[in-house]
């Protein structure tokens, strides 16, 4: 019975596939149980990473092996995304137990291997080749943890800004974590924040503490799109005249609800683009007599006649 004890069955309530993990004392006795190898309609993180490891295998066969090392570049990178796809620390992926039979063809290293290796040149490099089969360009990072591909930023019409906030616990050693607002309220940790286009890729994106400011890092994103043209996508958060003006100045129409959209735009002089932002969203705003519903002001075509 003890054995049997150690094994968690549980039907999923999203399908009627039978999964059964060997949780840990914690998991038992709070967190739900969580099946990293079935998933309803299909694994979706293993095709993934088979995808990416194809790919790792074959970046890694054209770049110098490291000397003097056990495990390869590949394998270190592939457990490492492994970790990332199923959102999990890199700990997690060094356990057997939370890999499929079936993939496992090289031996998993241990954590301190993991943290050794990541920081090393050739792991970075390895890691940079990958964005060229995905994201049709090369990728270059920064001290502030960015990183773009230009040449995907004129490859659509249409993209999109937003961040994500990356919440760690609250006894964390991190030093840079602080407290902002996440999903859930107050969390601490990071946020990242992203632009995409239509790649798997980021044109450009940014790591950076929970409480920094969205509309300043957006400033910085909206650089990348220089030479490009279309419209940028983003929620309520980037409605503010100085974003419109940067979004403009690097040819692109920034398309964002407004924070209260029931409210008039009051006397205050707005950017051009968002007047067009407003107009395209929520519709004209010119009544018969050419006053506008929002403002009540009138058009100067309409007081010209």
Not at 125 to 140: Q, V, W
Not at 161 to 189: E, N, Q
């Amino acid at each position: 019975m003890t054995v049997v004890s150690r094994i968690f069955f549980t039907l999923s309530r999203y399908s009627g596939t039978l999964c059964a993990i060997a949780p840990s004392p914690s998991a038992i006795r709070s967190s739900r149980p969580h099946c990293p190898v079935i998933k309803p309609g299909g694994n979706v993180e293993r095709e993934l990473w088979i995808a990416l490891y194809r790919m790792l295998r074959a970046a890694a066969r054209r770049a110098p092996r490291p000397k003097r090392v056990r495990v390869g570049d590949a394998v270190i990178v592939a457990v490492y995304v492994w970790a990332a796809l199923h959102d999990r620390p890199v700990s997690w992926a060094t356990r057997p137990c939370n890999w499929p039979r079936e993939l496992l063809d090289f031996a998993l290293p241990s954590q301190s291997t993991m943290s050794r290796r990541l920081r090393t040149t050739s792991m970075r490099d390895l890691m940079a080749a990958l964005h060229a089969p995905l994201g049709g360009g090369s990728s270059s990072s920064s001290s502030s943890s960015s990183s773009s591909s230009s040449s995907s930023a004129g490859n659509t019409l249409v993209k999109t800004i937003d961040a994500k906030p990356l919440p760690v616990g609250a006894y964390s050693v991190a030093k840079d974590a602080r407290w902002g607002r996440g999903t859930r309220g107050h969390v601490r940790g990071y946020k990242l924040h992203a632009l995409y286009g239509d790649g798997p890729l980021p044109i450009a994106w940014e790591v950076v503490p929970m409480n920094a400011s969205e509309q300043r890092v957006a400033r910085r994103l909206l650089r990348h799109l220089r030479g490009a043209v279309g419209y940028v996508l983003a929620d309520r958060v980037y409605d503010v005249n100085d974003l419109y003006a940067r979004a403009a100045d690097v040819g692109h129409q920034l398309l964002a609800p407004r924070k209260r959209p029931d409210a008039g735009l009051g006397h205050r002089a707005h950017h051009p683009n968002r007047l067009r932002a407003i107009e395209m969203l929520e519709g004209p705003c010119l009544r018969s007599d050419g006053s506008c519903t929002r403002c009540g002001r009138r058009s100067s075509a309409a007081s010209a006649g």
